[in-house]
């Protein structure tokens, strides 16, 4: 059985940091690119940082470059969203994704609160 369980959300005031985990379960985590979305309401979901499966190449989006990092843990089965500078903007529910062509899993996502 395929789980993608997020942790690590929270409320956090305007230049913090929040340290999202996803603990992966049900597959082969090695050979899936992993990724962070968000979803803020009222709008469509973001590709916020993905990292790929083999060499681990990265990649964010332009509004969190610079102050968000993605990393994996191919032994423990786990991604990882180091968020720092937090703008009441990073407002959303946080969603963990596995990628795999064919196959793509979500998590039940986790919210993230910025205040001003």
């Known amino acids: 059985q395929v789980q993608l369980v997020e942790s690590g959300g929270g409320l956090v005031q305007s230049g913090g940091s929040l340290r999202l985990s996803c603990a992966a379960s049900g597959f082969t985590f090695s050979s899936y690119t992993m990724s962070w979305y968000r979803q803020a309401p009222g709008k469509e979901r973001e590709l916020v940082a993905a990292?790929?499966?083999?060499?681990?190449?990265?990649n964010y989006a332009d509004s969190v470059r610079g102050r968000f990092t993605i990393s994996r843990d191919n032994i423990k089965n786990t991604v990882h969203l180091q968020m720092n500078s937090l703008k009441p903007e990073d407002t959303a529910v946080y969603y963990c994704?596995?990628?795999?062509?064919?196959?793509?899993?979500w998590g039940q996502g986790t919210q993230v609160t910025v205040s001003s």
């Open positions: 994704n596995a990628d795999y062509g064919i196959h793509n899993f």
């Open positions: 990292i790929r499966s083999a060499g681990g190449r990265t």
